[in-house]
């Protein structure tokens, strides 16, 4: 046996102790990547599943905070139009899917089956294109919109 090799007993040693490493480190990053995930969402999580659940709204837009609050933060503070009249329909959200929270003309349940926020009255489906939509189309839509507003404002 060479000096500088290792023996067979001192191998079964360091490998153990490598795998544990290797473990504890993966724990520690699982658990901060997991904890970053789920912080923007902790204001009411509860509700934000069974919207996702309800709706089949997961990994969409609508799986956001943004649904009920006006910002990620949540909280009770500050709940959009839409969160606000969730609340007072005691959490129902079958209750307020008729209303227009927002009062863009368009009911929430029609927002969410387009996907836009039925708390924000500037997110609507006809400010959003369908999802099925070229890119090219909302470079149009937008362009005819700042176009329209142009022609809105008076020359001097
Ligand atoms: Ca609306």
Same mark, same amino acid.
């Given at each position: 046996?060479?000096?500088?090799? /290792?023996?067979?007993? %001192? @191998?079964?040693?360091?490998?153990? @102790?490598?795998?544990?490493?290797?473990?504890?480190?993966?724990?520690?990053? &699982? $658990?901060?990547?997991?904890?970053?995930?789920?912080?923007?969402?902790?204001? $009411?999580?509860?509700?934000? +599943?069974? !919207?996702?659940?309800?709706?089949?709204?997961?990994?969409? =837009?609508?799986?956001?905070?943004?649904?009920?609050?006006?910002?990620?933060?949540? +909280?009770?503070?500050?709940?959009?139009?839409?969160?606000?009249?969730?609340? =007072?329909?005691?959490?129902?959200? +079958?209750?307020?899917? #008729?209303?227009?929270?927002? #009062?863009?003309? !368009?009911?929430?349940?029609?927002?969410? =089956? %387009?996907?836009?926020? /039925? +708390?924000?009255?500037?997110?609507?489906?006809?400010?959003?294109?369908?999802?099925?939509?070229? &890119? &090219? &189309? $909302?470079?149009?839509? $937008?362009?005819?919109?700042?176009?329209?507003?142009? @022609?809105?404002?008076?020359?001097?």
């Amino acid at each position: 046996m060479h000096p500088g090799s /290792p023996t067979p007993a %001192a @191998r079964s040693i360091f490998v153990p @102790r490598v795998l544990a490493g290797v473990a504890v480190l993966s724990a520690l990053i &699982s $658990t901060a990547g997991f904890t970053l995930l789920v912080s923007p969402a902790q204001s $009411t999580p509860e509700y934000m +599943g069974k !919207f996702n659940a309800k709706y089949n709204t997961r990994g969409s =837009k609508l799986d956001s905070c943004m649904t009920c609050h006006t910002s990620q933060a949540g +909280g009770a503070e500050n709940v959009n139009a839409y969160g606000a009249d969730f609340g =007072k329909n005691n959490h129902d959200f +079958g209750a307020v899917e #008729g209303l227009d929270s927002d #009062g863009d003309g !368009f009911s929430n349940i029609d927002e969410i =089956k %387009a996907e836009t926020f /039925p +708390g924000d009255k500037n997110d609507n489906p006809n400010t959003r294109p369908a999802p099925t939509t070229t &890119s &090219s &189309s $909302t470079t149009t839509t $937008t362009a005819g919109l700042l176009d329209a507003i142009l @022609r809105l404002v008076p020359k001097e």
